[in-house]
Nanobody, 124 residues
């Protein structure tokens, strides 16, 4: 079974930047980043498929960029202009079932592999 390992979280000031990485141990189709703040439901942030099609939550459009290195099975999330409301545990997710060609999705049920998460804290 494919395993995912996230890295790159930390504490940054408002307006700062962070880059998250997620290394997959094997082949995946679509991959995505989700986040969960204390007391809130997990939400989709950004997703990408093997064809490099992307999808973003409205709250991060223009600030976050998702990318992938298919040769290295690695996913990235470049986060700029960070806000306090971006504070959350960020999770990497991968789909190894649905196949090539599906559109990237921000729906949790379409991903069957999850990482352990990396904490992002934005302080004012």
């Amino acid at each position: 079974q494919v395993q995912l390992v996230e890295s790159g979280g930390g504490t940054v000031q408002t307006g700062g930047s962070l880059t998250l990485s997620c290394a997959a141990s094997g082949y995946t189709y679509s991959m995505a980043w989700f986040r969960q703040a204390p007391g809130k439901e997990r939400e989709g942030v950004a997703a990408i498929n093997r064809a490099m099609r992307t999808a973003y939550a409205d709250s991060v459009k223009g600030r976050f960029t998702i990318s992938a290195d298919n040769a290295r099975n690695t996913l990235y999330l470049q986060m700029n202009s960070l806000k306090a409301e971006d504070t959350a545990m960020y999770y990497c997710a991968a789909d190894t079932d649905r196949g090539v060609g599906v559109m990237p999705s921000l729906r949790m049920f379409e991903y069957n592999i999850w990482g352990q998460g990396t904490q992002v804290t934005v302080s004012s």
